[in-house]
């Protein structure tokens, strides 16, 4: 008779067998928790779409996919595993803005929020400004044919934010100074400018009803900021 049977204690293969039924439970729970989270955020989503005056969809359309052929971005096509939900898109005047979830690696994996804003009107360089850090300073510099572009009357700015474009004559050109002050109240902004869009990564891991008004009006405030040049950094 084994040791574990004589003193009354369970065999080690009961505790596999409760361990595992107990793992499954909690991830049984744990995926019903995020079913009726989703679920209660993509109603909220839907309203606040609706309230306005946007399109809202469960599943991204596989047109917006040919966006974003020209940017950095991982989720450029759905065969690498990254899947576009929760879009929110429709026209705000002469501006069609797209907010999304982009989730990867199954329904709960990995995900982040973007913005998307695209106007005929706009017309400007490759440019990408990012909060500074050494991880985001080296994937920069190892870009072809990228700089990083410091502001010498803006030293706060330039020691905050990593500023690269393809082509830097261009770029100072069309930047706003008068744009800096957004920036810097805006710590965490992510954008990255191609042709006629600018692309925001938001600072949630997902959207909210409560956020995406807020998303799309900085996103607005900054697109005015800078179409409308008073001071340049030349």
């Known amino acids: 008779m084994l040791l574990s049977q004589t003193n009354g204690s ?5 505790w596999f067998l409760i361990f ?3 793992t499954f439970i909690l991830t049984v729970l744990n995926a019903i928790f995020l079913n009726k989270r989703d679920k209660v955020r993509r ?7 609706k309230k306005m005056g946007l399109n809202f969809s469960q599943k991204g359309s596989p047109l917006l996919y040919n966006q974003f052929n020209h940017f950095h971005v991982p989720f450029r096509r759905p065969l690498h595993g990254f899947w576009i939900s929760n879009l929110i898109e429709g026209n705000t005047g002469k501006i069609h803005i797209s907010i999304f979830d982009v989730r990867r690696s199954g329904k709960h994996g990995r995900q982040n929020a973007y913005l998307l804003l695209r106007s005929k009107a706009l017309v400007c360089p490759e440019f990408r400004i990012a909060p500074e850090s050494l991880f985001h300073k080296l994937d920069h510099l190892n870009s072809f044919g990228w700089h990083d572009i410091d502001f010498n009357k ?9 500023v690269t474009s393809s082509d830097e004559e261009h770029f100072r ?7 800096i002050p957004f920036f810097l109240s805006h710590p965490h902004m992510r954008l990255e400018a191609q042709s006629n869009a600018f692309l925001f990564t938001l ?9 995406v008004e807020k998303h799309i009006a900085e996103a607005i ?6 179409m409308v040049p008073k001071q340049t950094s030349k």
């Open 173 to 179: 050109k069309f930047f706003n100074v008068e744009a």
């Open 43 to 49: 109603q909220g989503l839907q309203e606040i779409a």
């Open 20 to 22: 595992i039924s107990i």
């Open 10 to 14: 369970p065999p080690p293969v009961l």
């Open 221 to 226: 405030e900054l697109y005015n900021l800078l």
């Open 154 to 162: 803006y030293p706060e700015f330039s020691d905050r934010f990593l």
């Open 203 to 211: 600072p949630a891991l997902f959207l909210t009803a409560d956020t």
